[in-house]
């Protein structure tokens, strides 16, 4: 059965940081892409980053362009773990996070190639 485990969420303030981690279990993870999406309330979930298995012995990263240069995507595949590190948080930032897996190649960001899902981790940045 496989899991996504999300922690690291909570309350900070405009310009502070978060380190978001996902803990995955039940699946081989190395071969797997593994993505951070986000929903805010009374929003669509939204991509936010991910970042590819090691093909052609290369690891690809894809972040949405508002958290560019703020967020950085990284993974231990001897862990079984993604991060999300977040910088310069700002209060549209504020959103529940969730963790997401799939097994494919070409784009990172569409919600549909990805298999299995976390149940979010809530991150709220207060001005």
């Known amino acids: 059965q496989v899991q996504l485990v999300e922690s690291g969420g909570g309350l900070v303030q405009s310009g502070g940081s978060l380190r978001l981690s996902c803990a995955a279990s039940?699946?081989?993870?190395?071969?797997?892409?593994m993505g951070w999406f986000r929903q805010a309330p009374g929003k669509e979930r939204e991509f936010a980053a991910a970042i590819s298995w090691r093909r052609s012995k290369t690891y690809y990263t894809d972040y949405t362009d508002s958290v560019k240069g703020r967020f950085t995507i990284s993974r231990d595949n001897a862990k079984n773990t993604v991060y999300l590190q977040m910088n310069s948080l700002k209060p549209e930032d504020t959103a529940v996070y969730y963790c997401?897996?799939?097994?494919?190649?070409?784009?990172?960001?569409?919600?549909?190639?990805?298999?299995?899902w976390g149940h979010g981790t809530e991150v709220t940045v207060s001005s």
């Open positions: 997401a897996a799939g097994q494919f190649d070409g784009s990172l960001y569409s919600k549909s190639m990805y298999d299995y």
């Open positions: 039940g699946l081989a993870f190395d071969t797997y892409t």
